[in-house]
Each structure stands twice: as C-alpha cells, then as structure tokens.
C-alpha cells in the first residue's frame, strides 16, 4: 500500500521539522541573551571630600596706597621683581601750582615680590589710592569660601589637595572664618600647601577638603545602585542569574561607596545595562575596571 508508506515518510518529515525548528528557535535564544557590565567587588580605599573654587595667593599680600596726591612721577619697580622692606617702588610728585614739594616715595611695606603695578607714569593719583600689590611667596596658600551648609564640616589641621594641571598638591586647612558673611552667605578658608613648585600667585583652582576617609573596605560604583536607592543592587550569580541582593551601606564616597553588609568580596554587581534586566534573568556579562 503505497499511501502508506508516502504518509509514514510525510510524518518523518514533519516531526524533523518541528525540531529542527525548536533547535533553531534554542539557538537564537542563547544568542539574544541580553549582555550586562559588572564589577568585581573588591577591598579598597576612598575618600569623600568637599569641593571648593581657590585661588592661590602669597604667604601675605599687601595693597600698597599712595600717602599723598599727585602725579606718578617714575616707577622704580616692575612687576615680578624682589624688594625688601622699605625699597622705593615708585615716586608721586604733588604739582600744584604754587606749591613746591619733592617726590615722594612709595615703599614697599614687606619683603616679597611685586605682583601688580596699578598705575602709569604721568597718572594722577590721591591719597589712598591702590598703587601697587607686594606679596610674599616663601609659603603658598590657598583663600577659599565654604557655603553655609558645609561650615560644620570644617575642622583646623584637615588634610586638603588641589589639582592644577593633572598635577596634586597636598596640604591642610590652617584657619577659617567662624562666622557667615551675610552678603555672600559663606566663609572664607586658608589652605597651606606643603609643596608650591610650578605654581603661581594668583592661580585660580580646585580645591577639595578631606571629610571623611575608609580604608581596606569593600567598596562599589554608585553606578551601581538606581537613582540614588541604596536598599539593593543586582548581583550575577556564577549561574549567570540575576540576583536582586538586599544590602546596607556606610560612607558615600565621591566615587565609592562603602558596603557594610549583603554582598562578598569577588561578587560580581551590574552596573551597566541593570535598567534592561529583572532578577531571575540569564544574562551574559563582560568585566567593567
């Protein structure tokens, strides 16, 4: 019976479709897995500090004022050269008509360097007017202003740093104004630098005060966590299961955060691509340093 046999065949040929198909369908799968960014926990150190804009400025700095009305008459002293005490930057002469009087001479008040000439030969100028900036630069420091809100923070002796040109210079924080200027709302700091080669009085830059410090403690990306919730993160487990693992946190660091309790040392936490994935989904993940 030939029918027999061709609807036998039919049938073969059928259920080798079906799973060649389901095969086929197993394959595309695997491959559509979707793929996570991790980190490895690991044991670290890390800083939390607070920001501020500085600028960089001499041991003193002196505004030095004319004591007497007249003309610039020569200006002894440029900018960048050295004087002592007492050397003569620049003398004024009073010419009114009428009236005789010698130059006057305008010493410089400390022993430093001329940062700024304010005025020119042959400018009129009266008493106490801004002629010149002396400064002295044998101990750099930095002035600084610390919002309201973090005055509390600050405490004499704070190890402090700067950046300038990829480049760090430590310091601490030497005084600081206890009281709120009630114009700006803030108070000033003075940061004194134990290292000042290759910097400038009158650099502007950014300065960042130590508050708190942790060291040899397990540690993870704020990356890791969903909009600011510290409750719990993902963890990809060796099966490469996505695990919702519940923690407790410590010290929120400027690019750590500090865990106290739910996840170990080598854990692997996702911190790219966690929004695209649900817990109990397998996932293909790649090391993130």
Do not use: H
């Not at 595309?28 to 500090?49: A, I, M, R």
């Not at 610039?72 to 050269?81: A, Q, R, T, Y």
């Not at 022993?111 to 002295?136: C, D, R």
């Not at 540690?219 to 600011?228: I, Q, R």
């Amino acid at each position: 019976m030939w029918w027999v046999k061709r609807l036998i065949n039919w049938l073969f040929l059928f259920l080798f479709l079906i799973i060649l198909g389901c095969q086929k369908k197993k394959v595309v799968k695997e491959k559509e897995l979707p793929t996570v960014g991790v980190e490895l926990v690991e044991k670290g150190s890390f800083l939390k500090t607070l920001k501020l804009f500085g600028r960089i400025c001499g041991e003193e700095e002196v505004i030095v004022v004319s004591k007497i009305m007249g003309k610039v008459l020569k200006i002894n002293k440029k900018e960048g050269d050295i004087v002592k005490v007492n050397d003569t930057i620049m003398y004024i002469l009073n010419d009114i008509p009428g009236v005789e009087y010698q130059p006057g001479p305008v010493l410089s008040p400390i022993n430093g360097k001329v940062g700024k000439i304010y005025v020119e030969i042959a400018q009129m100028v009266n008493i106490g007017t801004p002629v010149a900036l002396v400064f002295s630069d044998r101990k750099l420091r930095v002035k600084a202003k610390v919002s309201e809100k973090d005055l509390f923070y600050l405490k004499k002796k704070m190890a402090c740093y700067l950046l300038l040109d990829n480049k760090k210079y430590e310091g601490y924080l030497e005084k600081f104004s206890p009281m709120i200027d009630p114009l700006t709302r803030g108070a000033e700091v003075e940061i004194y630098l134990k290292d000042n080669k290759d910097l400038k009085v009158g650099m502007p830059c950014d300065v960042y005060l130590v508050i708190d410090e942790r060291k040899d403690v397990l540690s993870v990306s704020p990356s890791a966590f969903f909009l600011n919730n510290y409750s719990y993160l993902y963890v990809v487990r060796d099966d490469s299961i996505v695990e919702r693992r519940e923690i407790k946190i410590g010290l929120i660091g400027d690019e750590r955060i500090e865990i106290l309790e739910g996840i170990k040392e080598g854990e692997k936490v996702i911190t790219l691509g966690k929004e695209y994935v649900k817990e109990g989904n397998k996932v293909n993940f790649q090391i993130i340093k």
